[in-house]
């Protein structure tokens, strides 16, 4: 009986794994036929097996790379290993990865951003779901996204942000106190850590008008989204364990309560303080969350309030949660690398600090006042500006991924179709950047493009600089983070030199194989920060001499 029981067991098992095989085969089949077809039909992509499509290519790729390297390398990394490739092309990674379509050309991206926005990708919606529950600016599509850009879009016009200003530049005092705090110590530091707790400071001032105080204490409301960020998938983990762990819903249920429940008495305090002020003195609250309260007060009748529309809050909520998780960590990331650069060409930031000194005085302490008093002051600083762009072109924070649609193609220059219909459309900004197709010296860090007129040959090409995407799914925060970053460099270039820590990190952690990419050791990883989350060490320059910035040795730092 017993050896029954254990022969019909194994039977079960072997006709379940027979089933599984078959299963496996049959999607096999049919992710390879597409390709084979597309290959036949003349379209670009890279050399292909049909059994294993390109993952035995994207693996010697990728070999060449460190092991944390961001994937967004691997199109421009295809892209100098097939010159003749074309900007267009075909992967075919399944079943590790989706099958997608990479558009790294100016005139292809129009077309999906532009001519005809197509819709995220699926995996987008999945991985930003237990963030915004699907109801994000993101992700959202047609009217409902219209309605809620909408509502939104006041808060982060540039005007509107200047006059929030203020508050940037209070948390980035903090900032700079956490500096000085390290500048004594000289201890090696991670600078993401610190820029991390300002951005999500700043973030929190300006959307909701709340003082956060991550940078000096734990808050309920950024440990639980920083918690939920850490269980956060695309749901195409390689190992099933992780992709279906069974403790993340779970995790993902006990963050989303903490989140709403600080967020809801936000969003409930300004809304009953809002509804008992005049109209004259709604209009004078400074945050995003009170324009937009302002703008949904305007709109109904004393008769429909004091009460709010639960769906209302419902959107207000998530749009919230959002604008915390992508507002803090793509512009900390930036910040990052600005300080990257400068650690790395100290002419430039002799430059920059010059440029600051003009504007400001030759008194540092005085920038923070000064800015908070008249914002409009970060308007006179075009070489910073050219600096902060100059860093989004090399390390861009984020890249889009749209979902092809039935009867729509991508065309490229040569006239030839791409279908899009099922495929996972790779909208690959940083392949752009750093195309020589596009850019002149595309590798180097040259500020001076974005001061040059047009003609010039380092002058960009319109079109090809892409950080915050373009078309009516651009970047609403922008502006937010072109103004934060000003704010920081304002504050902290002619107070603190900041030199990098790699060569102290690597003798801790006998670091072996391959540790750059394209020469550089501050790599993007994970979230597109540099590698190691940027160890620094910091020196406070208040008591020192700063080289060349007097008034007398100006002139011959900018003629250089």
Not at 109 to 136: C, M, N, V, W
Request: charged share 20%; hydrophobic share 40%.
């Amino acid at each position: 009986m017993a050896s029954q029981g254990y022969l019909s067991s194994l039977t079960t098992v072997l006709a379940g794994l027979v089933v599984a095989a078959v299963f496996f085969l049959s999607k096999l089949y049919q992710a390879r036929i597409v390709f084979s077809r597309l290959r036949q039909s003349g379209l670009s992509m890279p050399p292909w097996s049909p059994l294993l499509g390109h993952l035995y290519f994207c693996y010697k790729i990728t070999s060449r790379l460190p092991p944390d390297a961001h994937p967004n390398y691997l199109p421009d990394m295809i892209r100098r290993e097939l010159p003749d490739l074309g900007p267009v092309f075909y992967l075919d990674t399944w079943p590790i990865g989706p099958q997608m379509l990479v558009v790294a050309s100016t005139q292809g991206l129009h077309q999906i951003t532009q001519e005809h926005s197509l819709p995220k990708h699926p995996g987008l919606r999945y991985f930003l779901h237990p963030i915004a529950q699907g109801l994000d600016l993101v992700t959202m599509e047609g009217d409902l996204w219209k309605k809620w850009r909408g509502v939104f879009n006041p808060g982060f016009n540039s005007t509107y942000l200047m006059s929030l200003a203020g508050g940037i530049v209070e948390e980035t005092e903090q900032f700079c106190k956490k500096l000085e705090n390290l500048a004594q110590t000289h201890t090696l530091f991670r600078m993401k850590d610190l820029t991390d707790n300002l951005t999500m400071d700043v973030i929190g001032r300006i959307v909701m008008n709340a003082k956060l105080n991550s940078q000096t204490q734990n808050n309920p409301l950024v440990n639980g989204l920083r918690m939920q960020a850490k269980w956060l998938t695309f749901g195409a983990d390689i190992n099933p364990f992780a992709r279906y762990n069974p403790v993340r819903p779970l995790v993902h249920w006990y963050n989303s309560s903490r989140m709403n429940r600080y967020i809801t008495r936000t969003i409930d305090s300004r809304f009953y303080e809002l509804n008992n002020q005049n109209s004259e003195a709604r209009e004078a609250n400074k945050s995003i969350i009170d324009l937009v309260l302002t703008s949904y007060l305007s709109e109904h009748s004393p008769k429909e309030l004091p009460n709010m529309d639960q769906t209302f809050r419902r959107f207000t909520m998530n749009q919230i949660k959002l604008f915390l998780f992508s507002g803090h960590d793509t512009t900390s990331s930036t910040v990052c690398y600005i300080f990257y650069v400068l650690a790395n060409n100290r002419d430039v930031l002799d430059r920059m600090r010059v440029e600051h000194n003009l504007v400001f005085g030759l008194n540092t302490r005085k920038a923070s006042e000064l800015t908070a008093a008249d914002p409009y002051l970060l308007n006179q600083l075009p070489y910073t500006v050219a600096v902060i762009k100059e860093v989004l072109r090399l390390y861009p924070a984020v890249s889009g991924t749209r979902f092809g649609e039935r009867g729509f193609d991508v065309v490229d220059n040569t006239g030839r179709h791409f279908p899009t219909r099922d495929f996972l459309v790779w909208d690959i900004g940083q392949a752009i950047h750093r195309d020589p197709a596009y850019w002149l010296r595309p590798d180097d860090f040259v500020p001076e493009r974005w001061l040059v007129s047009p003609g010039d040959p380092l002058h960009p090409i319109k079109g090809a600089y892409r950080p915050f995407s373009h078309g009516p799914r651009n970047c609403i925060g922008q502006e937010l983070a072109m103004i934060e970053m000003k704010v920081i460099m304002v504050l902290v270039a002619r107070r603190f030199d900041i030199t990098l820590g790699y060569e102290n990190l690597d003798r801790v952690k006998q670091s072996e194989g391959i540790t750059t990419v394209y020469g550089e050791r501050g790599y993007q990883v994970q979230r597109a920060q540099p590698q190691g989350d940027l160890p620094c060490f910091v020196d406070d320059l208040i008591a020192n001499v700063i080289p060349d910035l007097t008034l007398g040795g100006l002139q011959h730092i900018v003629s250089r």
